[in-house]
């Protein structure tokens, strides 16, 4: 007579063990911590995100964010944080507040909005497509860190309290600032490159004070860039890949020594974030004619003529960051035709105008990549040597989106000129 009931309880354990095993299969996508999420290469381990979605459909939500601001969002345990620079005393003489925000990931309600700098109108040079808060945050536990360029940067918790503020680092940007810091252990590394001098510094993530600060080499002519370091393991050390004009040069996290250096002669606005994958670092050489350079970084010194194991001189990208998936490369330059090559030798599977001008970063997700233009419409392709668009999606708003997107459990999160839209089938 006890057989039966003992069975039952073993079948109920069974289902509660499955149940757990299914939880964790199941469990939320990992948080969006920097710019390009996780890694900082585009990649995201979300399963379920949309396919298709237009102003009325697939919009979770959709909040307005006042003044201007480019930064792309960052995502921690459920809350959303961005920054923007807000117009002081009516814009009378361009005067910006340079504030960090919160929104609750649920609802899109804004949590919080906190002046963090301000920032003095006279002599502010601001290139059309750029922001006084174009830097994505970095976020680490309940730490979340701003950079807004000369104008400061600072550490605040994640309730929006103000831990750290500083103002050492001190260039003159042409167009504006762009580059977004990243943290490697507790040192915050930015690049500095203005039109007077050029730099890249690390800075104590829990003091704020400077910790090492390393002049760039490239003696050209225009010394500005805006790029965003590629942090990369490479025989146990971690280096910290940071373009400017003229040169890629690979940095010590821990002491801003220099490693190695590839030469790209007058290459100047550098934006793309360079990409690791199979071995080859993937930079964009900028301005006025941009080159991809892959690069072996395992060498040390000048290796311009010893560890570039391929170039590209059409279709590159002077914006947007590249995309490595499986053994592919996928980028789309400023003018919309994207292209598909072999990582490992540079040769084109395919080229295809999308369309639009692009500014955004694509991304991977879902077993898919999202391709976004300056207008908002997105075109959705399957990876592979072959191009198959699989969906064309647009807001309907009549709003620029340079922002790259960034991912929360099963959804996009997309931030115009205007508005941040929650995008979730």
């Keep these: 007579m006890m057989f039966a009931p003992t069975r039952y309880l073993l079948v109920v354990l069974l289902l509660v063990l499955l149940g ?76 910006r507040s340079l504030r960090a925000l919160c929104f609750g990931a649920d609802d899109g309600q804004i949590l919080w909005d906190r002046e963090v700098f301000r920032q003095a109108g006279e002599g502010v040079q601001m290139h059309k497509k750029n922001s006084p808060a174009s830097a994505t945050p970095v976020i680490r536990d309940d730490r979340l860190y701003v950079h807004f360029g000369p104008s400061g940067t600072a550490c605040l918790t994640t309730d929006g309290e103000v831990v750290w503020k500083t103002q050492e680092l001190k260039f003159k940007p042409v167009h504006g600032n762009g580059g977004s810091p990243v943290l490697y252990n507790d040192t915050l590394i930015v690049t500095c490159d203005g039109g007077d001098q050029q730099f890249v510094a690390g800075i ?137 090559v072999d990582a490992t030798s540079g040769k084109l599977h395919w080229k295809k105008r999308l369309g639009g001008k692009y500014s955004a970063s694509p991304f991977y997700g879902g077993g898919r990549i999202y391709f976004q233009s300056e207008t908002g419409t997105t075109t959705v392709i399957e990876p592979g040597k072959t191009f198959v668009e699989l969906a064309n999606n647009e807001i309907g708003e009549d709003d620029r989106t340079f922002a790259s997107f960034a991912v929360i459990d099963d959804a996009i999160l997309l931030r115009s000129e205007t508005h941040l839209y929650r995008i979730e089938e």
């Design 20 to 95: 757990g095993c299914i939880a964790t299969i199941t469990c939320p996508a990992e948080d969006w911590t920097q710019f390009r999420g996780p890694g900082g290469q585009g990649h995201s381990d979300a399963a379920m995100l949309p396919l298709t979605w237009s102003e009325t459909e697939n919009i979770a939500w959709k909040t307005p964010i006042a003044g201007d601001g480019w930064s792309s969002p960052v995502v921690a345990e459920g809350k959303i944080f961005l920054t923007t620079a807000t117009a002081i005393d009516d814009d009378a003489d361009k005067a």
């Design 204 to 340: 104590s993530a829990t003091t704020g004070d400077v910790v090492w600060k390393t002049d760039r080499r490239a003696d050209v002519r225009k010394g500005f860039s805006f790029s965003t370091p590629t942090l990369i393991e490479v025989d146990g050390r971690t280096q910290a890949v940071c373009p400017g004009s003229g040169a890629v040069v690979a940095y010590d996290c821990e002491t801003g020594r220099e490693l190695w250096h590839v030469d790209y002669d007058e290459g100047y606005s550098v934006v793309p974030r360079p990409v690791y994958a199979n071995g080859l670092v993937f930079v964009s050489s900028g301005y006025d004619s941009a080159s991809l350079y892959a690069i072996d970084p395992t060498g040390r010194g000048d290796v311009t003529d010893s560890h570039v194991r391929w170039t590209i001189d059409k279709g590159v990208p002077k914006t947007p960051s590249m995309l490595a998936v499986g053994g592919e490369l996928y980028f789309v330059d400023d003018g919309g035709v994207a292209s598909c």
